[in-house]
T-cell receptor
Framework: GENVEQHPSTLSVQEGDSAVIKCTYSDSASNYFPWYKQELGKRPQLIID?????GEKKDQRIAVTLNKTAKHFSLHITETQPEDSAVYFC??????????FGAGTTVTVRA | DTAVSQTPKYLVTQMGNDKSIKCEQN?????MYWYKQDSKKFLKIMFS???????INETVPNRFSPKSPDKAHLNLHINSLELGDSAVYFCASSQFGGELFFGEGSRLTVL
């Protein structure tokens, strides 16, 4: 099955700086790559996703890039704010129904 | 209006007991899921139902039995609870395997 690795496991950044989280996947047939944000004690929520026919997607301060050849994708958060502090999960799937999640990255934005 | 609701939010029980968690979605989605989030925050899919039919059944002990009476409901029954079953169980739904909408989670503690 699909195996998704996510790095780093924790990330501390100064408010206003950028944060980058990287994920690799094992199955070259994967074609859907969402990112979920989970605030403390809350449910995971989708923040951005990308499909394999696109190399980059941006939504305000967040962007995702995909390199299918290298089988990795990354989340970029610019101008970080305290409300960006959360656990971020990358995921990959072949058929959309079965998402394989990375282990998560705990992001702390220092004021 | 809560999109995906699950009850109860907290369960505390003794080893060997049986417990159930109920989930309902009012989004009209065709697919529902159960995910387990352990103490290290790792999100792992357990089951998925599409229009009441089981489509994903990961390597889960057969003490766990899902049941989908209709496409808006997916319940989870757990027999003979063990310490290792302690986790947060998230119900989720999606349409055609797209964005996952999670419930608030049910925190199960087995003593």
């Amino acid at each position: 099955g699909e195996n998704v690795e996510q790095h780093p496991s924790t990330l501390s950044v100064q408010e206003g700086d950028s944060a980058v989280i990287k994920c690799t996947y094992s199955d070259s047939a994967s074609n859907y790559f969402p990112w979920y944000k989970q605030e403390l004690g809350k449910r995971p929520q989708l923040i951005i996703d990308i499909r394999s026919n696109v190399g980059e997607k941006k939504d305000q301060r967040i962007a995702v890039t995909l390199n299918k050849t290298a089988k990795h994708f990354s989340l970029h958060i610019t101008e970080t704010q305290p409300e960006d502090s959360a656990v971020y999960f990358c995921a990959a799937s072949i058929n959309d129904y079965k998402l394989s999640f990375g282990a998560g990255t705990t992001v702390t934005v220092r004021a | 209006d809560t999109a995906v609701s699950q009850t109860p939010k907290y369960l505390v029980t003794q080893m060997g007991n049986d417990k159930s968690i109920k989930c309902e979605q009012n989004l009209g989605h065709d697919t529902m899921y159960w995910y387990k989030q352990d103490s290290k925050k790792f999100l792992k899919i357990m089951f998925s139902y599409n229009n009441k039919e089981l489509i994903i059944n990961e390597t889960v002990p057969n003490r766990f039995s899902p049941k989908s009476p209709d496409k808006a409901h997916l319940n989870l029954h757990i027999n003979s609870l063990e310490l290792g079953d302690s986790a947060v169980y998230f119900c989720a739904s999606s349409q055609f395997g797209g964005e996952l909408f999670f419930g608030e989670g049910s925190r199960l503690t087995v003593l």
